[in-house]
């Protein structure tokens, strides 16, 4: 079985300030991890994904992640944050080649930037 | 061209109704999803289609039937609607059931 617990149910952050976004994980399994990004009023999109390999992954609009195993983390930051970067941030665990697709998400963490 | 789309997006019906929302991808995915999220935003997974098979029924009541007619298209029925079952309804494929789930944009289900 696998659960997402997200740190923080709200970041707030000024712009150009270092994005940090946490996110802990529990998996019987190697996990496979994912950020989605969801826009008010709109669908998820995939910012980055980690499946093997290189445990720091990049996605997109400048935002990385990295895998620590011994941690069970895998958040997610960007140096410096912009106006458009606020959303509603989920995190989510499949338990790779075996789940059928079936993602368990973390409650989201709603990322407000001020000016 | 949206990947994934559904229709409707927005939608306001009365308790007791049947509704239907509809998915079609064309990404050429295998696999099909509906999932769901709560009024607090909390995401869970329904239903998984492979190859028009039924693999993932996340204990969803059986007023709830999925039917997929092909690979490209995963359709959503709710028989006998209720107040609860108000949320956004996301539809999402992957290549197989391992792969990175695209999600569309999600349909709003409001029950009055």
């Known amino acids: 079985a696998q659960s997402v617990t997200q740190l923080g149910s709200h970041v707030s952050v000024s712009e150009g300030a270092l994005v940090l976004l946490r996110c802990n994980y529990s998996?019987?399994?190697?996990?496979?991890l994912f950020w989605y990004v969801q826009y008010p009023n709109q669908g998820l999109q995939l910012l980055l994904k980690?499946?093997?390999?290189?445990?720091l992954v990049k996605g997109i609009n400048g935002f990385e992640a990295e895998f620590k195993k011994s941690e069970t983390s895998f958040h997610l930051t960007k140096p410096s944050a912009h106006m458009s970067d606020a959303a509603e941030y989920f995190c989510?665990?499949?338990?790779?080649?075996?789940?059928?697709?079936?993602?368990?998400f973390g409650q989201g963490t709603i990322l407000t930037v001020h000016p | 061209d949206t990947a994934v789309s559904q229709t409707p997006k927005y939608l306001v019906t009365q308790m007791g109704n049947d509704k239907s929302i509809k998915c079609e991808q064309n990404l050429g995915h295998d696999t099909m999803y509906w999932y769901k999220q709560d009024s607090k935003k909390f995401l869970k997974i329904m239903f998984s289609?492979?190859?028009?098979?039924?693999?993932i029924n996340e204990t969803v009541p059986n007023r709830f039937s999925p039917k997929s007619p092909d690979k490209a298209h995963l359709n959503l029925h709710i028989n006998s609607l209720e107040l609860g079952d108000s949320a956004v309804y996301f539809c999402?494929?992957?290549?197989?059931?391992?792969?990175?789930?695209?999600f569309g944009e999600g349909s709003w289900l409001t029950v009055v």
């Open positions: 999402a494929s992957s290549r197989d059931s391992g792969n990175t789930i695209y």
């Open positions: 980690y499946t093997t390999g290189a445990t």
């Open positions: 289609y492979n190859n028009k098979e039924l693999i």
């Open positions: 998996s019987s399994v190697p996990p496979y």
């Open positions: 989510a665990v499949s338990a790779g080649g075996t789940s059928y697709g079936k993602l368990t």
